[in-house]
């Protein structure tokens, strides 16, 4: 059996030596009667070099090497699902959707990283404590749009007021195992019980999730999955929303 959960959603010197010029001194001329005049020598006094002494050499000084930092991997980029093509799985859900617009003449939702960043962020912090529900940290009630804005602005992603329309968030869970090498089909048919579970609220007073698929003002979606293996649980969060307004990069924990 597969169980689906009911949810809602609105909204980085070189040192050198040198001598002076030699001075010489004025030679004097003597005239003694009729000797030959003598010429005395001139007195060479050579002027010692002055030596600049070297100035003391500067210790070089290595900078330590700086210390290695295992590189960390946002929690939001990779859903670490064994055996599972995640790229797929998200194709596949949203042709689901998009499918299902057509028919009621609306335009296809574009995928938004941003969104699956934020999506992937609240499933696994469902499967961490192994339920899923609406509610932020300090919420109370079911569905506290104002603090979901607030949630969603601390993770760099606004979005735009269309047509009173803004986001909308969709959850679900259900039972998943997979032991084989390739396990993306088998996620795929278990989640397929989840969506069915939104499409067969149409006609219905109450239709959450089925009036965020159909949200003509929407035009982006992300998906987020994560798995509790104790539980063979699936959680998987839908992120639809109007234009995006200057995303950031997702600061996922």
């Not at 969104?115 to 109370?140: C, E, F, M």
């Not at 607030?150 to 993770?155: A, I, N």
């Not at 007073?205 to 698929?213: C, D, L, T, V």
Request: charged share 20%.
């Amino acid at each position: 059996m597969r169980r689906s959960a009911f949810s809602f959603a609105i909204i980085v010197f070189g040192c050198s030596a040198f001598a002076l010029p030699v001075s010489v001194s004025a030679a004097k001329t003597v005239a003694v009667s009729s000797k030959a005049a003598v010429v005395a020598k001139p007195k060479v006094v050579a002027k010692k070099p002055v030596v600049k002494k070297a100035a003391p050499a500067k210790k070089t000084v290595t900078p330590a090497a700086p210390k290695k930092v295992a590189a960390v991997q946002s929690s939001c980029q990779k859903e670490g699902i064994a055996n599972v093509d995640i790229a797929e799985v998200r194709r596949v859900w949203l042709s689901w959707i998009n499918k299902e617009r057509q028919k009621a003449g609306l335009v296809a939702l574009l995928p938004s990283p941003a969104l699956n960043d934020t999506a992937s962020l609240w499933s696994k912090q469902a499967a961490q404590k192994g339920s899923i529900s609406h509610k932020r940290p300090g919420q109370t009630v079911y569905y506290d749009y104002a603090r979901m804005v607030k949630w969603f602005l601390g993770l760099g992603v606004a979005f735009a007021n269309e047509d009173r329309s803004t986001f909308s968030e969709s959850i679900g869970y259900g039972t998943y195992k997979c032991s084989v090498k390739d396990c993306t089909q088998e996620l795929i048919e278990s989640m397929r019980s989840t969506f069915d579970f939104y499409m067969a609220e149409k006609g219905k007073k109450s239709a959450p999730h089925y009036n965020s698929i159909m949200n003509k003002s929407f035009k982006k979606a992300g998906l987020g999955i994560a798995i509790n293996p104790d539980q063979k649980t699936y959680y998987v969060t839908t992120h639809y929303g109007t234009t995006l307004e200057a995303p950031k990069p997702t600061a996922c924990l």
